[in-house]
């Protein structure tokens, strides 16, 4: 599933032109706590195994770490805004943004530093649309974590890589 939500990131950010993608750790917070008690299934390797895979089929878009969100809305760095995609680890079961200024959690500071809420909800952005990503485009390459492209750098801090 992990590679699949990278694809889905990667997608949307070639679907729309972007040269780079903000990437927080999805599922790799609070939700990955039980994930973690095992070597195997911790949420740093699964993302080693995963995001490299999936980031070879979209060499074009350069994929960055998600630095605090507040610094995006300074003058100095929003010229980054336009052809970059930032990606909030926000849960599907609350509204987008929880409770922005009373909540410090990522997805609050998303929600208190932008219209995400109102942007995000379909009942207040009549824009929105649902666009499937083909199950088919899913691991293609995709070599269980062996062989080729299994390690691309993305723990050797090159930029290229999400660390």
């Known amino acids: 599933r992990m590679s699949l939500t990278w694809r889905f990131i990667l997608s949307c950010a070639r679907d729309r032109n972007l040269k780079r993608v903000y990437m927080s750790k999805v599922g790799g917070g609070v939700f990955a706590k039980l994930l973690n008690k ?4 911790h949420y740093d390797r699964l993302l080693k ?7 070879a089929d979209f060499p074009e878009i350069e994929i960055h770490k998600l630095p605090n969100i507040s610094v995006f809305v ?11 995609l930032l990606v909030n680890a926000w849960d ?3 509204m987008v943004g929880n409770g922005n200024a009373g909540d410090n959690s990522l997805d609050g500071y998303f929600g208190r530093d ?3 809420a109102v942007l995000c909800w379909p009942a207040t952005n009549p824009l929105l649309s649902y666009r499937a990503i083909d199950e088919g485009e899913f691991g293609k390459g995709y070599d269980k974590g062996k062989g080729k492209g299994h ?3 993305y723990d050797k801090g090159n930029g290229k890589g999400f660390k």
């Open 92 to 94: 599907p079961w609350s």
């Open 151 to 153: 390690d691309k750098g």
């Open 49 to 55: 195994d995963s995001l490299p895979r999936e980031h």
């Open 38 to 41: 095992d070597p195997s299934t």
């Open 114 to 116: 932008s219209a995400m």
């Open 74 to 84: 300074t003058e100095e760095m929003s010229h980054l805004l336009n052809d970059s």
